[in-house]
């Protein structure tokens, strides 16, 4: 795995919690590209509950990317799902978003996917999000047609106009 690029530990939760509420909710977020702020009401994306959930997951790992003065700085959540990784919570720091540390954490997950056996990465991006579709499928992600209803925990936002997911997928070599 690329320097900086680790497996996170249940120590890291903390850190992880607040890296995705930055990017995705609330005023920090805005320094970004990635905000879902004006989509979702709603201050935090997860909570440290959620994330140690999704950690016990014995499929799933999240990744992290630890900056050499030793803050993590971006994460992205991966679930082995039967020969197909899941994809999820790709988040950096606001501050930081534009200098390669998504392509990077991209870039691993899909190398871990392979590492797992998987033949394809898929995700669910909100459909309002159009500069993150692009973003992906300027990556080699396509579009697979399947979209269904926006039915989020509301304990993390509510949305506050009609949303719905769109599944992008990128095949492995």
């Not at 850190?15 to 709603?42: F, H, M």
């Not at 994460?75 to 392509?103: A, F, H, W």
């Amino acid at each position: 795995m690329e320097k900086g690029i680790s497996v996170a530990a249940t120590t890291d939760i903390p850190q992880i919690v607040r890296l995705l509420n930055s990017a995705y909710r609330g005023e920090e977020s805005k320094a970004g590209w990635s905000t879902e702020a004006d989509l979702l009401d709603g201050a935090i994306r997860t909570d440290t509950a959620n994330v140690r959930a999704l950690m016990q997951n014995p499929n799933a790992v999240f990744l992290k990317y630890t900056a050499d003065d030793g803050n993590l700085q971006g994460c992205v959540y991966l679930d082995n799902r039967e020969g197909r990784l899941y994809l999820g919570m790709l988040s950096v720091n606001p501050l930081l978003q534009t200098k390669g540390i998504g392509k990077r954490l991209l870039a691993a997950a899909e190398e871990h996917a392979r590492l797992q056996g998987c033949t394809s990465v898929f995700m669910q991006v909100i459909n309002a999000r159009t500069e993150l579709m692009d973003w992906y499928i300027r990556h080699g992600y396509q579009r697979t047609g399947e979209v269904f209803p926006f039915n989020g925990d509301h304990r993390f936002g509510a949305p506050n106009r009609p949303l719905f997911f769109e599944i992008l997928e990128k095949r492995l070599p």
